[in-house]
């Protein structure tokens, strides 16, 4: 069991506030069982949906980080995935569209003490929210994002996405869509986020492996979960699905393991010019050629060059984590510097008001 | 040098009175000192001159000298504008007096003109007879081609209706800075410095403080800083020797009560204001901002506070700004957003948010000239109705204006207090002028500010009768709901912009519960009302006819105006708001008791529109939004024409 140590909040009113509700409660409660994590609300997601699987296994894998349910708060955007907060037994806010990583942002700036999870969909992070999202991963405040990605618009009933492929036809794009969709991936990659991962729904062991190393990530996390939506864009990955074609075409991401997929090993990736990759066919290449995933190198060059090797129609996915990488988080640094300001003595007031220059007439 | 020699004092629009003493001076010649109550100054440059720095340095002389004083800031939204040119004068005004003023002065006595453009931009203001001190070295034939003068006013006799005293500023700050060291182009920036030097003597202030300033700024260049107090004690020297001036003027001190003052502005009073509030309700604050003219200087301000946990977060965007600090005050910090009108657009779904979780907020509204991006660097009044109803669905938000600078410091620990004990988002709206604008400020003692500590208490007990927590139950009385942050053990709850079930705050479509929720939101706002004051009616006699009422930065000027009016005998109430919502309890009351009501306003007629619809109450607007405050002077000839004529009064197209 991993278990991440929070720290305390700095001396104050919700230092105790916290102090009176452990007294009344006892010491603060971390072992947890999925039940414990789950809500009187009834689950309003259709008969079906990829959600309910997500749900399933956060729920499952939270207890595992031995985080009390008070200290960790879940805050979503609006769509389909973002009514997950309601699901969950701890604290949460279902926010606004596309804000919630910057509501996250304050949150966790403010209360470094805290276990903070954004979740949000396609629409949600990558069109109304890209602004917020991007910057969130540049500055590596410690939060952690799931973006369910369905590749459409489930809760306006089927408009198109920011990830929908190119042609999708849908009830605003009756001829098919004509925009390039964002590869999530490439679009943290090229933010500079310190840490990105991709996962599938249904594999429960790949989720939860891919959200244990996001969980213990000191920054922001991303991961980007395919999740099916079975009324609008029913079987958007079946090809990765299907255990006939699946293993064909998804590449497992494993640290220190050479890139060797597919039926039998037939398939694996090796460096090509201009600091590309490319598949090659295993029996092909000699084994010193085959890529050996590092997801630790700090030049994001190479993260962003596996995110590339799949195409629209999600041939040669890779799966797992593309980057981790130590950088300093937002939330320490700032604290530093309010430690640092501190050294010189704790702020005066009356000092503060009454500045540089004054006079004073007597009476 | 031209033109005669200012012997008398100068003429003047704002009923100033001079007493001549004479006296003399080092070197045998007879200088004269007159005794004035009050001066209007303004500088006039480039906006490179360094203007906005020379008015400010003044300001600080004349405050620490005992005077009162008000200030104005004017400058151009371009950093530099083509130098030499129109839209790149940049001008600073400054009225100051051995009694209370409320208004940097309708007009100046004094206009110090850097360059051509500026006496172009800004003659026209000074009356006739005033003080009109230019640098003869910058009226080229060049400079004043640039701006359109065919011949040189210093020499075409077009300047004769004032005392002009003509001074090569330019040139006699490059002789004082000769052996300094610094190349001419150095050595020429001080010549602002020079100006002040001269400026300081002719009013007999003192020059310490400028030292110590101009040592401190330019403690990593100490040859900048002895250059600038070389240039600064040489225009000092040239008014004490020059026959040019053979009259300096006293101002003394104003009697003020007993305390200990220093000078501040409204953003800075503003982010004190906001620091405060978070000491005394024991909470860190946490700002989240975007840079915005002209409510940038907060933010640079607030930023500067860590020691005091103080944190800050330059945005990305101003909704980003706003949904750091509601994101914060989810955590239980006080949030704090600041910005000016176009941000307010942005941010309103976030306050809609705050609404709905009914979380506390403060958002404070520098308010410039506007639709759109508008006049940057411009103070207006117009975005009150937007603080009130910008937002989709009902969404009350309590509104509230500071009236001075110094009071910016009173209206920011009056929003926390509101934000924190009702659990909402409130409208803070300063403006420009405000802003920018300085006055003298009697310090307050910390411990005398008021205790929020009990606002800021958060549920740490389950309150249901069922040992659960209920997020939305209410306390009775302000209506507030329980305020539980998150790391509180047993109290975890979601909340959201979905409507809320009363008491669960589970999400609801029930229409009687959505009826029931928007009525309480709006009867929680409402019922502020009774935590604030009964309105404040300014009326000496008691027996006022005619009311003026107003809201914000206008305040001196309506004062001012009122005094005027009462100094002529006339009876006049004034009635200045610092709740715009709820309104005093008794306003409707109160407006009811006048024969007439007029509301002076830097927009089209905002507030007349809420007190007119709220009280049926034939408020007459008076409007301007010349992106400058009002003239006191104009305002006393609109009350004054509603009092003696009984009629409504003038209005600039204002909807009647």
Same mark, same amino acid.
């Given at each position: ?161 920011p990830t929908s492929e190119v042609g999708k036809v849908t009830k605003s794009t009756p001829m098919g869509s004509l925009d390039h969709p ?44 395919? &999740? ?6 029913? #079987?958007?990955? /079946? *090809? ?5 074609? @699946?293993?064909? +075409? =998804? ?85 530093? &510097? ?6 010189? #003595?704790?702020? /005066? *007031? ?5 500045? @540089?220059?004054? +006079? =004073?007439?007597?009476? | ?262 000078n501040i502005s409204g953003n800075q009073a503003l982010a004190l204001g906001l620091v405060a509030a978070g000491q005394r309700a024991g ?374």
């Amino acid at each position: 069991m991993t278990t991440i140590d929070l720290g305390m909040p700095a001396e104050g009113p919700i230092a105790d506030a916290i102090a009176a509700s452990v007294e009344s409660h006892g010491e603060k409660q971390t072992a947890l069982k999925a039940k414990d994590l789950k809500t009187d609300q009834e689950v309003r997601w259709c008969p079906g949906c990829g959600d309910y699987v997500i749900l399933n296994a956060v729920q499952s894998f939270l207890p595992s980080l031995g985080i009390a349910r008070e200290d960790m708060v879940i805050v979503s955007g609006i769509g389909c995935s973002s009514r997950f907060p309601y699901y969950m037994n701890t604290y949460g806010m279902h926010s606004i569209h596309g804000r919630a990583p910057a509501i996250a942002t304050g949150l966790a700036a403010s209360r470094p003490d805290l276990s903070v999870w954004v979740v949000t969909g396609d629409g949600d992070a990558l069109s109304i929210g890209g602004n917020h999202l991007i910057h969130a991963l540049r500055r590596n405040v410690n939060m952690t994002i799931l973006l369910f990605n369905n590749r459409i618009y489930g809760l306006t009933k089927g408009q198109y996405s920011p990830t929908s492929e190119v042609g999708k036809v849908t009830k605003s794009t009756p001829m098919g869509s004509l925009d390039h969709p964002f590869n999530p991936v490439s679009l943290a990659l090229g933010a500079d986020a310190t840490f990105v991962g991709r996962a599938m729904d249904s594999d429960r062991k790949g989720l939860t492996e891919v959200l244990r190393q996001a969980a213990e990530h000191q920054g922001t996390a991303l991961v980007e979960i395919y &999740q099916n939506c079975n009324i609008f864009n029913d #079987g958007a990955f /079946d *090809l990765l699905k299907d255990s006939s074609t @699946g293993p064909m +075409w =998804t590449i497992p991401l494993e640290h220190g393991k050479p890139l060797v997929f597919g039926p039998d090993g037939a398939s694996c990736v090796v460096r090509e010019d201009f600091g590309g990759l490319r598949i090659a066919e295993t029996n092909q290449v000699d084994a010193s050629e085959i890529v050996v995933h590092d997801a630790t190198r700090e030049d994001p060059s190479y993260a962003f060059a596996l995110s590339r090797l799949s195409s629209q129609d999600l041939r040669y996915t890779p799966m797992g984590v593309f980057r981790s990488v130590r950088k300093p988080s937002y939330e320490q640094m700032m604290a530093e &510097q309010l430690h640092e300001a501190r050294l010189q #003595g704790p702020g /005066d *007031l009356d000092e503060l008001l009454a500045g @540089g220059d004054t +006079w =004073t007439v007597s009476s | 040098m031209t033109g005669p020699n200012p012997t008398v004092a100068p003429s003047d629009p704002n009923g100033a009175l001079a007493t001549t003493v004479s006296s003399s001076a080092p070197g045998g010649l007879v200088k004269s000192v007159v005794e004035l109550d009050r001066v209007v100054i303004r500088l006039a440059g480039d906006s490179g001159d360094g203007m906005q720095l020379t008015g400010n340095r003044f300001t600080s002389e004349t405050a620490s000298f005992g005077n009162d004083l008000k200030t104005l800031p004017n400058f151009p939204a371009e950093i530099r504008a083509p130098t030499g040119t129109l839209p790149g004068v940049s001008s600073f005004q400054l009225q100051f007096a051995d009694h209370d003023v409320m208004t940097p002065g309708d007009a100046p006595d004094v206009l110090v003109a850097m360059n051509p453009a500026a006496l172009k931009a800004n003659l026209a203001e000074l009356p006739g007879g005033g003080l009109l001190i230019v640098d003869s070295d910058e009226f080229t034939p060049r400079n004043l081609a640039k701006v359109g003068y065919a011949t040189n006013p210093l020499e075409d006799g077009s300047l004769e209706g004032w005392q002009t005293v003509s001074v090569p500023l330019t040139s006699m700050t490059l002789d004082a800075l000769a052996d300094s060291g610094l190349g001419k182009k150095e050595a020429e920036r001080s010549k602002n410095m020079f100006t002040l030097g001269l400026l300081s003597w002719m009013y007999h202030r003192p020059t310490e403080g400028t030292i110590r300033f101009l040592e401190r700024t330019f403690r990593r260049k100490p040859e900048i800083a002895a250059a600038n107090i070389a240039a600064f004690r040489a225009g000092y020297n040239y008014g004490d020797t020059t026959e040019a001036f053979a009259v300096s003027y006293e101002i003394k001190p104003a009697p003020m009560q007993p305390g200990r003052y220093r000078n501040i502005s409204g953003n800075q009073a503003l982010a004190l204001g906001l620091v405060a509030a978070g000491q005394r309700a024991g909470l860190p604050v946490f700002l989240g901002a975007y840079p915005i003219t002209p409510a940038s200087d907060i933010l640079h301000e607030l930023s500067r506070h860590k020691a005091f946990g103080v944190r800050t977060f330059q945005a990305e965007d101003e909704i980003a700004g706003i949904g750091a600090a509601l994101g914060a005050s989810f955590g239980g910090a006080l949030g704090i957003t600041t910005t000016s009108g176009p941000g307010v657009a942005l941010k309103g779904e976030t306050i809609g948010l705050a609404v709905m979780t009914e979380l506390p907020l403060v958002i404070v509204d520098v308010q410039r000239g506007g639709p759109s991006t508008g006049l940057p660097t411009k103070t207006e009044q117009s975005d009150l109705l937007q603080a009130m109803f910008g937002r989709n669905g009902e969404a009350p938000v309590p509104v509230i204006a500071p009236r001075s600078p110094g009071d910016c410091f009173d209206a920011a620990v009056e929003a926390t207090r509101i934000a924190l004990t009702y659990r909402t988002p409130v409208m803070l709206l300063s403006d420009g002028y405000l802003a920018n604008g300085a006055e003298p400020w009697a310090i307050p003692d910390a411990a005398s500010l008021p205790d929020l500590s009990g606002a800021a208490g958060f549920a740490t007990e389950p309150n249901g009768e069922d040992g659960e927590f209920l997020p939305y139950l209410r306390d009775p009385e302000t209506l507030a709901r329980a305020w539980a942050i998150p790391g509180t053990a047993g109290m975890q709850h979601r909340i959201g912009g979905l409507e809320k079930a009363d008491r669960t705050g589970n999400i609801s479509y029930d229409p009687a519960n959505h009826d029931f929720m928007t009525r309480t939101r709006q009867a929680k706002i409402d019922g502020i009302a009774a935590s604030i004051p009964p309105t404040d009616v300014e009326d000496p006699d008691g027996d006022a006819r005619v009311a003026v009422i107003g809201w914000g930065s206008t305040y001196g000027p309506i004062g001012a105006a009122c005094r005027r009016i009462r100094t002529s005998g006339r009876k006049v109430a004034q009635i200045h708001l610092r709740h715009i919502n709820p309104f005093p309890a008794d306003l409707g009351e109160v407006l009811a008791r006048y024969d007439r009501v007029i509301c002076p306003e830097m927009n089209l007629g905002q507030l007349a529109l809420l007190l007119r619809a709220k009280f049926l109450v034939d408020v007459q607007s008076h409007t301007q939004v010349r992106g400058m405050p009002f003239r006191s002077a104009e305002l006393a000839a609109v009350i004054q024409d509603a009092i003696d004529t009984g009629k409504p009064a003038a209005v600039n197209g204002a909807p009647q």
